[in-house]
């Protein structure tokens, strides 16, 4: 009396969620950390970690350059808040205090230390680098160090 019926349905094909990060996208309320946020860093052709100084180094940059089939590359840009009160040391590559940080103006300065990332055997800071941040850093003014 009944036909059974077998339905079959073809599997269905869902692409993977991509998240794809890009430059300045940030966490809602961030202008309630940094005010009006600059868009105006962009990545050098290298690969690092990068303070945003129009933006008083509360924010920095993962730059990452990608080989492409053609030989071209492609330099792709990844922005991140730093927590509230901290601001990003381009010396440790970290956020840190202010009185913890090289000031943001001389964060350029120390771009450089990006090229030793990944290096064999090389440390990422030597004693030179050590003695121009001390010479710099707000808490070591107050209280002699010795590298």
């Keep these: ?19 794809k990060r890009a430059a300045y996208e940030l966490p ?3 202008e309630f950390l940094v005010g009006s946020v600059k868009t ?6 290298k690969n690092g970690y990068f303070a945003d100084v129009d933006n008083a ?10 080989p492409k089939e053609d030989g071209s590359t492609e330099v792709q840009q990844y922005s991140f808040l730093c927590g509230n009160q ?15 940080a090289i ?19 090389v440390n990422l800071h030597d004693d030179a ?4 941040a001390v010479q ?6 107050q209280a002699p160090f010795k590298a």
């Design 1 to 19: 009396m009944f036909k059974k019926f077998l339905f079959v349905l073809p599997p269905l094909f869902f692409p993977p969620s991509q998240s």
């Design 28 to 30: 809602d309320g961030v």
């Design 40 to 45: 105006s860093f962009t990545c050098p052709a």
């Design 57 to 66: 180094c509360q924010i920095f940059h993962v730059c990452n350059v990608v």
């Design 86 to 100: 901290t601001v990003f040391n381009q010396f440790s590559l970290t956020c840190a205090l202010p009185e913890d």
């Design 103 to 121: 000031p943001c103006g001389s964060s350029a300065d120390f771009f450089y230390l990006n090229d030793r990332i990944g290096q064999e055997k």
């Design 129 to 132: 680098d050590l003695q121009r």
């Design 136 to 141: 710099i850093i707000p808490r070591y003014q």
